[in-house]
């Protein structure tokens, strides 16, 4: 029992991490908070059941497909919603402010076509969907694929923003969006370029969800939210921290389900973000500012 | 001279308004109350969030409160007894919530209201089925339509006359203050949490009294019903487009939009979130200051405050 718990639970913060770190990257590089981030993912399971039920394709190599769509959709939106609301917008309150609103409506426009094709239904497919033993527990081969593909899309990404030149570029403007122009950084690409990023992560996470998790076309607003308090716990723009506090999350919604009852995982969720929020505003591994 | 004209025509109006339920039939009736009730969730929203800037998705949580608090109490206590324990179970969840959270800013704050809405919903169905071991509730109270909606038109005129009054008392000032700086704020020796505790926990109150008013309507009343997050986000809208910082924009605002989305929900049933969103995003867009914002805007003479250059906020958004 509580071995079968831990893995459930590594397996959903694993998730829960590389959703997270898509919107860290959204929200702490190019500074707009995209509420319709988890109809993002949501879009992306659509696909992959699409995928893999009407032609055959399998989760992973819809991925390759899915994520680069990902990639694609975020640069649009980037381009025709944000960018007219970054130039109008005189400080990062009223960015905050603008973009939430924007994307609230995106939210909703996502959402309603997911509904008019795909119904209310809970939706899931059977994808290796055997169970495998390790250290003398059965689970199943499509969640420990899914920690395996979280992991590694989430270390690829890590390697990819601390070791290359194009990573520290993003990371500087992620410290100071003002000064990067300085040292020649053109900050508004790096913007796009990070918000597209943060779309492919969302459809990245949308079909690693997928694999073992039934999800409707209204279940985004959740991921958002589940996302954010990750963001929070783990400090904005931090991807350790997001990858530290996914994990956080997701065992302790695991454990809270198993023993104590499952209709209490939302607050429980709920009661690390507010106490996180009190005591270590700028997040576990956050430095305190003022 | 100008304020007892404005308050003449306002309460002819009202007048006007209260007689409504003679003239007009059960539906239009069923209209009328669901208009005021929007009229009066979207000023009591503006109250708080329109003058601070803290944008709030909590308002179904204090809603839900109310509608629950009578479908549970309704039978056991006295009609104006319920009302007013559910506008203190409203005010002691504000006061909490207030004191938990306004310091937090921007994004923050949104996620925790939207969030604190899911949090009592899950609360409540998780204690109506494990420990009462039942969903949903029926009420049944000897209200008519036109009780609820005299309640209701009380209830809207009472809060439009409480954001007309705070506006001239100190605590207006404090906010306008607020509003511009809060560093400034802080330094004239404004009590910039208590404030904001203040504003938010009255304007909670309202939110209750709605619910709790409007609950004998649906008779049969279970936690998806009245934590319904559309509530949210139609009382966000609705200020959005009217006008948030403004005494009559909500009003205005929820008016139009509430006979659109009631025409759109009958007409297009299957596409009412992507308009929904649609309509969203041009208000986002084009209206950034609201109907009456555009309108002072284009055409009426700057008030003075605003022909001041006002200074660019440094709000520190990343806390």
């Known amino acids: ?290 | 001279m100008k304020t007892a004209l404005g308050f003449l025509v306002a309460l002819t109006v009202l007048t006007a308004l209260a007689f409504a339920p003679l003239f007009v039939g059960p539906y239009q009736l069923g209209l009328l109350i669901g208009l005021t009730g929007y009229v009066t969730l979207a000023s009591a929203w503006a109250l708080f969030s329109g003058r601070t800037g803290y944008v709030s998705l909590a308002t179904v949580a204090f809603f839900g409160i109310g509608a629950y608090t009578v479908a549970v109490l309704s039978e056991t206590m006295p009609y104006p007894l319920v009302l007013l324990v559910a506008a203190a179970i409203g005010l002691c969840v504000a006061l909490l919530v207030g004191l938990a959270t306004l310091r937090l800013a921007g994004v923050y704050f949104v996620i925790f209201s939207f969030g604190l809405a899911e949090l009592v919903r899950q609360l409540v169905t998780w204690f109506e089925t494990s420990v009462n071991g039942t969903l949903g509730r029926y009420i049944f109270l000897p209200l008519e339509a036109e009780h609820i909606y005299w309640q209701l038109l009380a209830l809207a005129a009472l809060t439009l006359l409480l954001t007309w009054w705070i506006q001239r008392t100190r605590l207006g000032l404090a906010l306008k203050v607020i509003a511009d700086d809060e560093t400034v704020a802080s330094h004239i020796g404004i009590n910039i949490a208590w404030t904001k505790i203040a504003l938010f926990t009255l304007s909670a109150i309202i939110m209750t009294l709605v619910g709790a008013i409007q609950a004998p309507r649906w008779t049969y009343v279970e936690p998806a019903i009245v934590f319904s997050p559309t509530v949210s986000f139609l009382t966000l809208i609705m200020a959005l487009f009217g006008g948030a910082s403004r005494l009559w924009g909500p009003a205005l605002g929820a008016i139009p939009l509430f006979l659109l989305f009631e025409w759109l929900s009958a007409s297009f049933p299957n596409h009412y979130s992507i308009l929904l969103g649609l309509l969203f995003i041009i208000i986002v867009f084009l209206l950034p200051r609201g109907v009456v914002g555009f309108i002072e805007d284009k055409f009426q003479r700057k008030s003075p405050a605003d022909l001041v250059e006002k200074p660019a906020r440094v709000k520190e958004a990343d806390q």
């Open chain 1, 1 to 290: 029992m509580l071995m079968t718990t831990l893995i459930a639970g590594l397996v959903l913060g694993g998730s829960y991490a590389l959703l997270a770190m898509g919107l860290t990257i959204q929200y702490g590089i190019a500074r707009t908070m995209n509420l319709a981030y988890g109809e993002t993912i949501i879009a992306s399971a659509f696909a992959a059941y699409l995928l893999y039920n009407n032609l055959g394709i399998s989760p992973i190599l819809g991925l390759v497909i899915i994520a680069p769509a990902g990639f694609v959709f975020g640069w649009l939106v980037y381009g025709i919603l944000m960018r007219p609301l970054v130039a109008r917008s005189e400080n990062t309150a009223t960015l905050e402010i603008n973009s939430i609103l924007a994307t609230f409506g995106l939210l909703f426009v996502i959402q309603g076509v997911m509904l008019v094709i795909f119904g209310g239904n809970y939706i899931s497919y059977n994808y290796l969907n055997f169970g495998v033993e390790i250290i003398g527990v059965r689970v199943a081969a499509n969640r420990l694929l899914a920690l395996g593909l979280a992991l590694t899309i989430g270390g690829g990404l890590y390697l990819l923003l601390t070791r290359t030149r194009w990573g520290t570029t993003l990371r500087a403007v992620a410290v100071n969006p003002a000064a990067a122009p300085l040292v020649g950084i053109d900050a508004n690409r790096a913007a796009r370029f990070a918000f597209a990023l943060g779309g492919a992560l969302a459809s990245s996470g949308g079909v690693v969800v997928s694999m073992y998790q039934t999800f409707t076309a209204s279940s985004g607003v959740i991921f958002t939210m589940k996302a954010l308090i990750v963001v929070i716990m783990g400090g904005v723009g931090n991807l350790a921290g997001a990858l530290f506090a996914g994990l956080i999350l997701g065992l302790s919604e695991t454990f809270v389900a198993a023993y104590i009852s499952p209709g209490l995982t939302i607050a429980a969720v709920y009661i690390i973000f507010l106490v996180i929020l009190l005591c270590r505003p700028a997040g576990l591994f956050g430095k305190v500012q003022k």
